[in-house]
């Protein structure tokens, strides 16, 4: 079998240099939100939300090298469990205390990545849970609005992530994440061939 046609698709894809631009513009202000309130729990959540949409870039990018299955979705598990590995860690997270609600809806807006193995209406999944996580991010809201900034600016950039993430789905995936009608199988996908996320780890020395 050919192998995938990475060249035409995957990471140089025009839909993975948009998705690399919007999280420049709202995921990372996001994380930054967290680790300016301090402390190991707000932290986390930018973490594994920044865990979270690197899984969704890599479902992305994925696609754009290969074909669509004709089996959609169910060919695509192993592509999602990335996403998958993140909503449950962020469900685990959830304590009682100081940082529930922050949790909470973390833990509510991630499941927004089911985005990607939905077909038609993708951006519909992503609007169905900004309520979601806005019902516990208005209890934050509540709770700091005329004392702590910093709270008011962890919900208001989730938020904006989330919701600015509906434009992007609109234009570059309107009925479903977009395959690459050239490339190749989508079970034969090694990740390891396309560019990293835009923040990887620092790359180990050659051998």
Not at 27 to 37: G, H, I, R, S
Not at 94 to 116: F, M
Request: glycine fraction near 8%; charge should be positive.
């Amino acid at each position: 079998a050919a192998a995938p046609a990475a060249s035409s698709g995957g990471a140089a894809a025009p839909q993975v240099a948009a998705f690399d631009a919007y999280c420049a513009s709202y995921l990372e202000p996001f994380v930054a939100a967290c680790d300016a309130l301090g402390g190991p729990e707000a932290s986390a959540c930018g973490e594994v939300v920044k865990e979270g949409w690197a899984a969704m870039r890599g479902f992305i990018v994925a696609a754009a090298a290969c074909k669509k299955p004709a089996n959609f979705p169910g060919d695509c598990l192993a592509l999602i469990k990335p996403c998958q590995a993140a909503m449950k860690k962020a469900g685990d997270a959830v304590r009682r205390g100081d940082w529930e609600c922050h949790q909470k809806a973390v833990s509510e807006g991630i499941q927004c990545c089911a985005w990607l193995v939905t077909s038609p209406g993708p951006k519909d999944v992503v609007e169905s849970y900004i309520g979601g996580q806005d019902f516990w991010a208005n209890k934050i809201r509540v709770k700091y609005k005329k004392t702590e900034p910093k709270q008011i600016a962890f919900c208001d950039t989730f938020k904006k992530l989330m919701t600015e993430l509906m434009p992007y789905i609109k234009e570059h995936h309107l009925t479903g994440v977009t395959f690459n009608p050239r490339g190749g199988d989508v079970k034969a996908f090694a990740p390891s061939a396309e560019a990293p996320a835009p923040a990887p780890k620092p790359a180990a020395a050659a051998a």
